[in-house]
Nanobody
Framework: QVQLVESGGGLVQAGGSLRLSCAAS????????MGWFRQAPGKEREFVAD??????HYTGSVKGRFTISRDNAKNMLYLQMNSLKPEDTAVYYC???????WGSGYWGQGTQVTVSS
């Protein structure tokens, strides 16, 4: 089993920054893909970014503004969010994929990010 706990969300003005953290515990491995997703009110959950040992991937709307990183020694995942926009407002979820896809992976409970205009 794997447990994921997000933190770092909050209320910020447009143009501001936030850093999300995700603490992983249990049967984790540096070989597992980890990522961030978000869900805005009335919308489906969407991919934001992921990271593997080969590199990182971002959805187009956050490229150049968000940076995903991980500290395998501490079992931590991070999302540095800069130049935040009101459309970034959502609940952000940390996820871990053991190689069988996000749907069968592990998810955190989410942390709310609200960007005011």
């Amino acid at each position: 089993q794997v447990q994921l706990v997000e933190s770092g969300g909050g209320l910020v003005q447009a143009g501001g920054s936030l850093r999300l953290s995700c603490a992983a515990s249990g049967r984790t491995s540096r070989d597992y893909r980890m990522g961030w997703f978000r869900q805005a009110p009335g919308k489906e959950r969407e991919f934001v970014a992921d990271i593997t040992w080969t590199g990182t991937h971002y959805t187009g709307s956050v490229k150049g503004r968000f940076t995903i990183s991980r500290d395998n020694a501490k079992n931590m995942l991070y999302l540095q969010m800069n130049s935040l926009k009101p459309e970034d407002t959502a609940v952000y979820y940390c996820a871990l994929d053991r190689g069988t896809g996000w749907g069968s992976g592990y998810w955190g409970q989410g942390t709310q990010v609200t960007v005011s205009s």
